[in-house]
């Protein structure tokens, strides 16, 4: 995966995009922004997988290296690993709907990683991870809005 020490690695995140049947628009905009993350050295590419879900429920996974065509991920796809098992790969999987495509990012925060590693010299161990995900943020703001309004 990469030279760095494990000691020395920030957080490692995932995310998994859905695009439901007939939504895929591809136009390479994703792989724009990914890029500017890792050219800034903001994260670093760990693993990125293409599920495909049959409308028969089957699943196809796709390493970015077996793309031929990554155009400039090509610099990105040097940098993976194989990181989820077969597993990982059918629970993702399970969430999607018949008929979609979905990617899957796994990434190192690089930006946190000097913090993650005074942590753990001092002693420290990371216990607890989330994230708030945009939908909830929105809803709570909407309902705040709601609540002074009714006032």
């Known amino acids: 995966m990469t030279n760095t020490p494990f000691d020395q690695l920030g957080p490692v995140d995932y995310v998994v995009v859905e695009f439901p049947a007939g939504a895929?628009?591809?136009t390479g905009e994703m792989a724009e922004e990914l890029l500017k993350l890792v050219?800034?050295?903001?994260?670093?590419?760990?693993?990125?997988?293409?599920l495909t879900k049959d409308d028969?429920?089957?699943?196809?996974?796709t390493e970015l290296s077996d793309i031929d065509e990554l155009g400039e991920m090509q610099a990105v796809e040097a940098e993976l690993a194989e990181l989820l098992a077969e597993d990982d790969v059918e629970n993702l999987a399970a969430a999607m709907e018949p008929g979609s495509v979905a990617g899957v990012l796994i990434w190192e925060n690089l930006w946190a990683a000097p913090f993650a590693s005074a942590a753990r010299?001092?002693?420290?161990?990371?216990?607890a991870d989330g994230r708030i995900p945009i939908q909830a943020i929105i809803a709570s703001v909407e309902a705040d809005e709601a609540a002074l309004a009714a006032r």
């Not at 010299?121 to 216990?127: D, M, N, P, T, V």
Request: charged fraction near 25%.
């Open 39 to 50: 050219d800034s050295r903001t994260i670093r590419v760990i693993d990125v997988l293409i």
């Open 56 to 61: 028969d429920g089957s699943v196809d996974v």
């Open 24 to 26: 895929q628009n591809f």
């Open 121 to 127: 010299r001092s002693g420290g161990q990371l216990i």
